[in-house]
């Protein structure tokens, strides 16, 4: 059953479909790895097995009635838990949110429901989303499958760590800065994060509103094509949705890539990135020329702004959003608070940790009288600025490629006493919220210590089918998607 839970969602798909296997079985399966390696990895805050087994037994009795599948299902899938799933706990790995049950199921969550995806529990993150180690939890830390003593990257580790782990064979993560490539490239899978509008947000526990997105994590780049479809469209709940049709992105895996312009982004390969991560992109840019693909270097001056454009924004968002959690209409309340005040400070005081404060501080100081000007209004202005720099050199290329973090994962520990070290990690990643293109990352191959290394791969907004091409071309020239992780008291391969 080990060999079973390594395959590939598709290659999943099709033995449930051949009854070579039923979707009970391989929902079990999962459920049993889970019980199994997450006291030692921390990947999951709540399993929600029940759900996972109704729902694998609707595509069992589907098999057996002859009726055709849904895309994908059968296939155990891990939800962040900061995604609505009625009658489980959604608590952002929050206190404040420890015991709030879900009265309601996300667009997304739905969706997958709808295609018979059975969610085999809620996945850890860095609370409300907040950190790039998976470290901010308020309830346990995340360990990398591939060294145990080493982060996951954040925020969403837990999904990153059981798709790696083969706990799951896809997840559902959120991305606000770079928090499903970053742990996608520690990890060593495919992490995704699409178009800004393209997935539905309702139902997610918001962050920072204009940079948030829902994407897939996987072990192939076909397998989140696939993942994509099923949870894309318009969703009337949700403004920022877009009103266009559902492509089907897989069937672009196999387009030619001959004669396409790639640009290799030189602002990114500095030298902070390490020599190990260097040779990766320096062997990505060989296999693209080797499929026909022209490879140019080229300049985004203004994208050293990023980080600061970024945690202006992002915190000022995050002031406001979580400003509803004030331990009067749900969450945490403190005990026998003296008047209303009381009751707002203390319960947030007790509910929130360090670093859901320290982001709320930045925040509100950046929206507050006399400063909105000169810090939130002047970042919205860069963010344009950006933006127009990105939109002029995809005139010139047809993708974007670099490093998707400087470093490979690091020891557990090694930054949280260093917020600023820690928000460096996400200078590749911040980029492609800010302007809301879609992104990738892809197993590259390994540093020195064997662990894994990501390729981030930026194509212009809504040319994710593009985007799946180039990484789908680059994954099959090579077997870094095929390895799995190697801590072997872990998964004992």
């Not at 403004?239 to 990114?268: R, Y």
């Not at 202006?312 to 968002?317: H, K, N, P, S, V």
């Not at 707002?344 to 400063?371: N, P």
Request: hydrophobic share 40%; with cysteine.
């Amino acid at each position: 059953m080990k060999e079973i839970l390594q395959k590939s969602a598709a290659e999943q798909s099709r033995m449930i479909a051949n009854k070579d296997i039923t979707a009970t079985e391989l929902t079990q399966a999962a459920l049993d790895r889970i019980k199994d390696v997450d006291d030692k990895l921390g990947a999951f805050n709540s399993t929600t097995g029940e759900i996972a087994l109704e729902t694998a037994k609707k595509v069992d009795n589907m098999v057996a009635n002859g009726e055709k599948l849904p895309l994908l299902a059968g296939v155990p899938l891990a939800l962040k838990d900061n995604m609505n799933l009625i009658g489980s706990r959604t608590t952002a790995s929050s206190k404040i949110l420890e015991n709030f049950v879900s009265p309601y199921n996300a667009t997304v969550t739905q969706k997958l429901l709808d295609n018979c995806i059975p969610i085999v529990g809620k996945a850890n993150l860095d609370e409300f989303a907040m950190g790039s180690s998976n470290e901010n939890s308020a309830f346990k830390k995340v360990h990398n499958p591939w060294d145990l003593n080493k982060v996951p990257g954040g925020s969403s580790g837990g999904s990153a760590a059981s798709v790696a782990s083969c706990e799951a064979t896809l997840a559902l993560g959120s991305d606000t800065g770079g928090s499903i490539r970053l742990p996608a490239s520690f990890c060593g899978v495919v992490g995704m994060k699409p178009t800004y509008g393209r997935v539905s947000r309702y139902g997610l526990i918001a962050f920072a509103s204009s940079l948030d997105q829902i994407g897939p994590f996987s072990r192939t780049v076909e397998d989140s094509a696939l993942l994509l479809e099923v949870i894309s469209g318009h969703d009337p709940h949700d403004s920022t949705s877009l009103d266009i049709p559902v492509e089907h992105f897989a069937g672009h895996l196999n387009d030619d890539i001959k004669g396409k312009k790639i640009g290799v982004i030189s602002d990114l390969m500095t030298d902070a990135v390490s020599e190990d991560v260097r040779k990766a992109v320096e062997h990505a840019v060989e296999v693209y020329k080797s499929l026909g693909a022209e490879v140019v270097e080229v300049s985004l001056p203004k994208l050293k702004y990023s980080i600061g454009i970024y945690y202006i924004l992002a915190t000022a968002e995050c002031s406001s959003n979580l400003a509803r959690f004030d331990g009067v209409r749900y969450g945490h309340r403190t005990a026998n608070p003296e008047n209303l005040i009381d009751l707002y400070c203390k319960s947030r005081a007790e509910g929130f940790g360090d670093e859901v404060k320290r982001r709320i501080m930045l925040g509100t100081y950046a929206l507050s009288s006399g400063y909105y000007d000169a810090y939130y209004k002047k970042a919205q202005q860069m963010r344009r600025l950006v933006a127009d720099e990105f939109n002029a050199v995809f005139q010139k290329v047809d993708a974007l490629i670099s490093p998707t973090c400087p470093n490979t994962a690091f020891e557990l520990g090694a930054r949280t006493a260093d917020p600023l070290a820690m928000y460096l990690t996400d200078i590749a990643t911040i980029c492609a919220n800010l302007v809301g293109i879609p992104a990738m990352s892809v197993p590259a191959g390994f540093d020195s210590d064997g662990m894994p290394i990501g390729l981030q791969i930026m194509t212009p907004q809504l040319k994710e089918s593009e985007l799946f091409n180039f990484g789908y071309k680059f994954e099959q020239e090579n077997d870094f998607y095929k390895q799995i992780a190697k801590d072997v008291a872990l998964c004992g391969v």
